[in-house]
């Protein structure tokens, strides 16, 4: 079963890109898509110096990325701020892993701007892990949140509509994708 990778470049899991990802989670699930995420800031490397460990959580995340259907990379982005957990979790990844895989990118944060200055941070490993352009690209910026009282915060009506065309686009190209490698194939036979 193919699914959608989430790659999380957030310092926190309680953050509004947690809140993102649940957002995400419940999207997918209602068009019958596994969902599943890493956290770039459970990667070993940054907080051990456990080398066996920080090995397996890279091949554990490259077998997940194979696998995908696609990539989601959700990381906070201000003017000054630089993806740095993202781009270390990157960094570790083999060449050409998301050959052939739609990519999103998701900014939390700052200005849709920043949108530019984080894709241009991360096109050094997005180039050397084979996406030349992301499929998408979504800002999520404070206006784009709604909290009331004590409840978490929400992404608003509109935020979560382009959120689900963003989704709904890549899923359309995945589509045509399969459908055409399988006209492919019956044409071979």
């Not at 959608?4 to 990802?21: N, R, V």
């Not at 070993?44 to 990325?65: K, R, S, W, Y």
């Not at 701020?81 to 892993?97: E, I, K, Q």
């Not at 499929?135 to 382009?162: F, K, M, Y």
């Amino acid at each position: 079963m193919s699914y959608f990778l989430a790659l999380s470049g957030s310092p926190t899991k309680f953050s509004k890109s947690g809140f993102l990802l649940r957002t995400v989670g419940s999207i997918l699930e209602k068009r019958a898509i596994e969902f599943r995420i890493i956290h770039a800031v459970d990667f070993p490397a940054i907080n051990d110096t456990n080398h066996d460990l920080t090995g397996q959580f890279v091949a554990d995340t490259a077998d997940e990325v194979r696998q995908a259907s696609a990539i989601l990379l959700v990381t906070p982005a201000t003017k000054g701020s630089v993806p740095a957990l993202l781009s270390t979790l990157l960094g570790r990844l083999a060449d050409d892993l998301f050959l052939g895989k739609p990519v999103l990118l998701f900014a939390i944060g700052g200005l849709p701007a920043h949108v530019a200055l984080l894709e241009r941070a991360l096109r050094h490993e997005l180039v050397r892990l084979g996406t030349i352009t992301a499929a998408c690209r979504v800002h999520i910026g404070t206006g784009n949140w709604i909290t009331i009282g004590n409840d978490r915060p929400r992404l608003s009506r509109r935020a979560e509509q382009e959120v689900a065309r963003s989704i709904d686009l890549t899923l359309r190209g995945i589509r045509l994708k399969e459908l055409r490698e399988h006209s492919l194939e019956l044409a071979g036979r």
